[in-house]
């Protein structure tokens, strides 16, 4: 039987009512909450750490995200953390959920294609972390100006604004992360602990493994060996096999936007610096030039991981 109705008018119907799941649900509000308080207690120390160090700095308000006072870390730091977090709570039963509760075959019933399904319920997620995000960003703003006293330049807002979009797209990573395992995985409970298996050993132990590996790859040769310096090739692998995990891109994305004096990511020799002014700050263009690379590396992974939940959705049986 052939069925009647525009497939964009499914999605649309899909990411609504998600949506609105999503803006009115407990969970949601238990994931925003604990980034808020997390995400002001670390804020708070920024502010009487720049309040108290910085003097005529032209990028004051880019303090605000990457201060660490004592021992709370950084606002983009936590940030860091907890993005994940709120991703994989909110994707990690979004199919094996409709399942569970035997309705997935009814809503296929219905004029809505299973590619509008799984797109709609992608996108009414990565549009919830979107809200929360900009809802933080603006409180950052917010309290910037109320206890520093002092208005954010036009380039400040620039660079604040690109690493919002930059962490909507690593949100959305772990987002397609979570919802593919939701797919291949029948039970919410083992979706989301291999999901968030796979962030933590990403974001803790593959940094720890990476140095190891590259190593073996490429071991030191006798001239590094006799000064007690890693090779060139070395370091080069060490950096290809850090940036397999999102959290690494996400981290030298937000190093070359919000210090603006960052010329490389990657590893350097002074000739390549020849006419550059170590220290001064580079213009805005040329910093989003140096994130290039990784902002499009967080939404190739994502649309990798929703492709290959795509396929793996289109190959099971949906009859309860």
Not at 74 to 81: A, T, V, Y
Not at 144 to 166: D, K, W, Y
Not at 253 to 262: G, I
Request: with cysteine; net charge positive.
């Amino acid at each position: 039987m052939r069925r009647e109705g525009s497939p964009w008018r499914g999605l649309s119907a899909v990411t609504m009512k998600e949506l609105a799941d999503h803006l009115s649900s407990a969970r949601m509000r238990v994931l925003e909450l604990l980034v808020l308080l997390t995400a002001l207690a670390a804020l708070y120390g920024a502010i009487r750490q720049v309040r108290d160090t910085t003097a005529e700095d032209p990028f004051v308000f880019l303090r605000l995200f990457t201060s660490a006072s004592g021992q709370l870390p950084s606002f983009m730091s936590i940030l860091g953390f907890l993005i994940p977090l709120m991703a994989i709570g909110l994707g990690f039963d979004a199919i094996n959920g409709e399942y569970n509760r035997r309705t997935l075959s009814r809503i296929l019933a219905q004029p809505i294609y299973r590619d509008a399904l799984l797109l709609g319920k992608f996108l009414a997620g990565l549009i919830t972390l979107a809200i929360s995000l900009s809802g933080l960003w603006l409180l950052v703003i917010g309290l910037g100006l109320i206890m520093l006293g002092v208005p954010p330049g036009t380039e400040e807002i620039a660079r604040a604004l690109a690493v919002l979009v930059i962490a909507i797209a690593y949100a959305g990573v772990w987002l397609a992360a979570a919802m593919l395992f939701s797919v291949v995985f029948r039970s919410p409970a083992t979706a989301a602990l291999t999901t968030l298996g796979i962030w933590l050993f990403l974001a803790v132990l593959w940094p720890l493994l990476a140095p190891a590996i590259a190593s073996a790859i490429a071991p030191p040769d006798l001239r590094a060996m006799l000064t007690g310096q890693p090779g060139i090739a070395m370091l080069e692998w060490q950096q290809a096999l850090l940036r397999l995990s999102p959290s690494q891109l996400f981290t030298e994305a937000m190093v070359a936007l919000f210090n603006p004096s960052t010329r490389a990511l990657g590893t350097i020799f002074l000739s390549q610096l020849h006419g550059a002014v170590i220290g001064a700050p580079l213009p805005l263009g040329q910093s989003l030039l140096i994130a290039w690379p990784q902002t499009v590396g967080l939404v190739a992974a994502s649309i990798v991981l929703f492709v290959i939940g795509y396929v793996c959705f289109q190959r099971q049986e949906v009859r309860a």
